[in-house]
């Protein structure tokens, strides 16, 4: 009902600022207002980036640390027989020994108890919890009931599927080691990129996100942890009391509680966790809506602990709020379209013209910084790159926007329930890491 309640009052604000707005002021000098602010903000974040950079090369990162905490790795397993003995072979391969590895079945209906069990019989470093029907359900509960039995001084996550390097652990550690840093998530990769055109735009999209996360910890700002490949400390975890089991993205849940209390999240692109995308639509959708709505409810979950917290960074809360814009511009846009649209049905005056241009300049927008990441991180050519970025802006528009609108309504009308969207691993057709290009 709080959830509700707080969205319900979003929108009506700004369904009324925008009606209001409209009647009195000229929409084209807005849209020229708002292309200014996100241009000067992503130019903040290019300065930011190379100024990390040059500190960089004048004082480089040590190769290798002393900081060498007991780490416990954890994989909650649900159904994932055609996945889990692979993964857990290939992180036993990690350079970095000091750890071990905590298996979960939550409650699955195939040979994974049997897989993991079999690992745990060859391998010391290895235990199993499994998790009976009755227990609660969700990928929180199950890292907090693994949480009664780890070790480890930090807290390592993998989703099923996660395939990583051998120097992956060692190139994470050295991003935790400060005392105010209380996680750190690794960059995510699409292993199965050339599978088909969804997996070719998830690849994209994840290209696009590692910019943004890079952006976000150049200026200390609000980096989100990503469910896989994210560690995170003992101490920070027992401070936000674990991981919250009633919320259906665990990740960004922790992160946000993570801010408020203080704690700095940091991004390490060189630590690369490569996992499958999902290969059909309609997994696609169930993933996003997930997504979508785990990350719309913390939002509105948090929003009064991340205006009134004194722990949190200034720039850490002006990074969050800006970025719920991912979500609002949707709703927005479609509004403003909406209402235009209306006005000169009824032949009252109106700025429609302004409103597509609106609509082109975010595209444009978007799709600038996706040509730049691709280039930056992929390596693509000029024309691949713009090639990319269009497919891609179709994909974001087909997805996301229909996703945003449908939950926003979901949360409005519905009761909140837990339905996690598992997704389906084992799938794709690629076994070998390497970057997808």
């Not at 002021?25 to 200014?36: E, G, R």
């Not at 980036?49 to 290798?64: C, M």
């Not at 917290?309 to 969050?320: E, H, I, Q, S, Y």
Request: hydrophobic letters at 45%.
């Amino acid at each position: 009902m709080k959830d509700r309640i707080s969205l319900v009052l979003i929108i009506s604000f700004l369904l009324a600022f925008l009606v209001i707005f409209q009647n009195y002021f000229d929409t084209f000098w807005a849209i020229i207002f708002l292309i200014v602010f996100m241009s000067l903000y992503m130019l903040y974040m290019y300065v930011a980036i190379k100024h990390q950079k040059r500190k960089l090369r004048k004082n480089p990162p040590p190769s290798d640390t002393c900081y060498k905490p007991f780490i416990s790795i954890m994989i909650p397993c649900h159904n994932e027989e055609d996945v889990i003995e692979d993964t857990v072979k290939n992180i036993m391969q990690s350079e970095y020994t000091n750890y071990e590895l905590i298996l979960i079945d939550d409650r699955s209906s195939d040979n994974t108890p049997l897989i993991i069990k079999k690992l745990e019989s060859e391998n010391e470093k290895i235990k199993v919890l499994l998790r009976g029907e009755d227990d609660f359900p969700g990928k929180s509960a199950v890292l907090n009931d693994a949480m009664k039995i780890a070790k480890g001084e930090a807290i390592l996550v993998f989703d099923a599927d996660a395939k990583i390097k051998p120097d992956f652990i060692k190139k994470l550690i050295v991003k935790l080691e400060p005392k105010d840093v209380g996680a750190v998530q690794a960059r995510k990769n699409i292993i199965n990129a050339k599978q088909n055109f969804l997996t070719a735009c998830q690849y994209n999209e994840y290209v696009m996100d590692t910019h943004l996360q890079v952006g976000r910890d150049a200026v200390r700002g609000a980096v989100e942890l990503r469910g896989n490949g994210e560690i995170i400390k003992r101490e920070a975890l027992e401070d936000i009391n674990g991981w919250n089991n009633l919320t259906i993205t665990d990740d960004l849940d922790m992160s946000t509680r993570l801010h408020i209390k203080g704690w700095d999240i940091r991004f390490c692109p060189d630590a690369v966790v490569y996992e499958e995308g999902v290969v059909t639509f309609p997994a696609l959708i169930r993933q996003r809506r997930r997504w979508v709505e785990g990350s719309i409810r913390r939002y509105l979950e948090y929003a009064k602990d991340v205006l009134c917290t004194k722990d949190m960074n200034l720039r850490v809360g002006f990074d969050l709020i800006a970025y719920i814009s991912e979500f609002l511009l949707p709703f927005w846009l479609v509004a403003e379209i909406l209402i235009q649209a209306f006005r000169f049905v009824k032949g009252y005056s109106n700025d429609i013209l302004s409103s597509l241009i609106l609509v082109v300049c975010t595209a444009v927008f978007f799709a600038s910084g996706l040509i730049y990441s691709l280039r930056k991180y992929s390596h693509y050519g000029c024309f691949r790159a713009i090639y990319e970025a269009l497919i891609t802006a179709i994909y974001v528009v087909t997805i996301w926007f229909p996703i945003v609108l449908f939950i926003i309504l979901k949360i409005v009308f519905t009761k909140k329930t837990m339905d996690w969207g598992k997704t389906q691993h084992g799938v794709s057709n690629v076994n070998t890491l390497g970057e997808a290009v």
